[in-house]
């Protein structure tokens, strides 16, 4: 199928100032925004008046750091991703609200019937962010030690997904009649048991709720990893990406899209959304003094627990040479083991030290760090876009709300001068202004499947 020639944007609702972490000293910022409702409604207001398509909130089940990192980050405290999006369905109208939750640590009947909630309530804006819990950190807050090892992490999420997917179906969507008269409120035949019995999970269904309005909310993974791949090629609708580089977004997006096409999934129906920090000036100059001010405000102990967390808590950093070149390999990690490759391989093209790869990981944490003036920043993004390195962008502000306000006001003119982003939403639902199709019910189709 036809791919759509504008980009989707998305909004990385930071818990923090910003997402750099040196954001929350800068004078221009609050520094109280992890649980002030007030000022993610704000953010929130500000990208669906520019059309983006959805916001997206991150989450861990915990504290994801020691207390050395503790005493000077900021970002910790926050809201649980569904809570606050149920709040700001009603402060909002059009845009997709994306939540975090991890199949780790998670029931699936728990989290099916918290997201078709979220569903309903902001009538058809729902999308789950699909992760599998990656921190030891986690592990400890449930009663292990350690996290379950990759692969079993992904067996999991794969039942837990089909487990959800089932019980948003148990319910037809005409099922409900709620005729005074005759007395009938639902049609029993179009209400199913799930009886699902799997190695990870038992569950008997149905849900408590009738099925969301997009049938299922939007499907969004995040997988970069073989395994996470495949996982993604598999469920994910919008994939989230970090990569830093054209070509090694390139090469993803075409992975990702054959693995799917073999799945028998159609390309415009899998989405690759990858990660930018736009840091706006309306000179090259100001934005580099902008970026500079951040780095300025960023203390060591945190730029090293930065690193260490991204490079997947491996290396003791503060026993290493920083002027020495960065080896082409790690021990591997049970955290993200493909942001690690990542900046591995980053590090490895522009021949970096130690000291400047820690530096990198604190600016951008790998993801693409765009530095520059309004042009320049759209020149990049139509570039990734046209060469199919990505169908649209997660916005990650670096500060918050100046950094998104200047995108807005400066690059988004920009990108719709060269009709690369819409004006205005389309349809009603988060699936509608995405393009993807509306899900189907395995019920209904198995039911139509056996007429004669």
Not at 46 to 66: K, N, P, R, S
Not at 68 to 87: N, Q, V, Y
Request: aromatic share 8%; hydrophobic share 40%.
């Amino acid at each position: 199928m036809r791919r759509n020639d504008q980009m989707k944007l998305g909004l990385y609702l930071t818990r923090g100032a910003g997402y750099h972490p040196g954001a929350w000293r800068d004078p221009s910022t609050p520094a109280n925004r992890g649980v002030d409702i007030d000022q993610y409604a704000d953010l929130a207001a500000l990208a669906e008046g520019a059309a983006f398509h959805l916001v997206f909130l991150a989450d861990h089940q915990g504290v994801i750091g020691d207390h050395t990192a503790i005493a000077r980050a900021s970002g910790i405290e926050g809201f649980e991703p569904i809570t606050l999006l149920s709040a700001l369905s009603s402060r909002t109208q059009n845009i997709g609200l994306v939540a975090t939750a991890t199949t780790t640590y998670y029931q699936p009947y728990y989290l099916a019937r918290m997201f078709a909630s979220l569903d309903h309530l902001s009538r058809g804006r729902a999308a789950w962010n699909i992760v599998t819990s990656a921190s030891n950190f986690e592990a400890q807050n449930f009663g292990e030690k350690e996290l379950p090892d990759h692969e079993t992490r992904y067996a999991r999420a794969r039942e837990f997904v089909e487990v959800v997917k089932g019980l948003w179906d148990t319910w037809q969507d005409d099922v409900f009649i709620r005729n005074k008269q005759s007395g009938i409120y639902a049609d029993a035949t179009k209400v199913h048991l799930l009886n699902h019995r799997g190695k990870h999970f038992s569950v008997r269904g149905p849900l408590n709720i009738s099925r969301p309005p997009q049938g299922y909310p939007v499907l969004i993974q995040a997988g970069a990893s073989d395994a996470g791949i495949a996982f993604a090629a598999e469920v994910g609708e919008v994939v989230y990406t970090a990569e830093p580089s054209l070509e090694s977004g390139k090469q993803y997006y075409m992975t990702l899209k054959e693995k799917a096409r073999a799945l028998g999934r159609e390309d415009d129906q899998v989405l690759v959304m990858t990660g930018i920090i736009p840091i706006v000036g309306r000179t090259k100059q100001e934005a580099s003094e902008k970026l500079q001010r951040l780095q300025s405000y960023t203390h060591t102990d945190v730029l090293f627990e930065e690193a260490s967390l991204w490079l997947g808590s491996v290396t003791d950093l503060r026993s290493v040479n920083l002027d020495s070149l960065v080896p082409e390999a790690l021990p591997q990690t049970n955290f993200i083991q493909s942001r690690q490759k990542v900046l591995l391989d980053l590090a490895a093209r522009r021949k970096f030290t130690w000291r400047q790869l820690i530096r990198l990981v604190s600016d951008s944490r790998g993801h693409r760090l765009v530095v520059g003036t309004p042009d320049e920043i759209a020149d990049t993004m139509v570039d990734v876009f046209d060469q199919h390195a990505a169908d649209g962008f997660n916005i990650l502000s670096a500060t918050v709300p100046g950094g998104l306000k200047d995108f807005v006001e400066l690059v988004v003119p920009e990108l719709r001068r060269r009709g690369k982003f819409r004006s205005r939403y389309f349809g009603e639902t988060l699936r509608e202004n995405l393009g993807l199709k509306r899900s189907v019910n395995r019920f209904t189709q198995a039911s139509v499947s056996r007429r004669p």
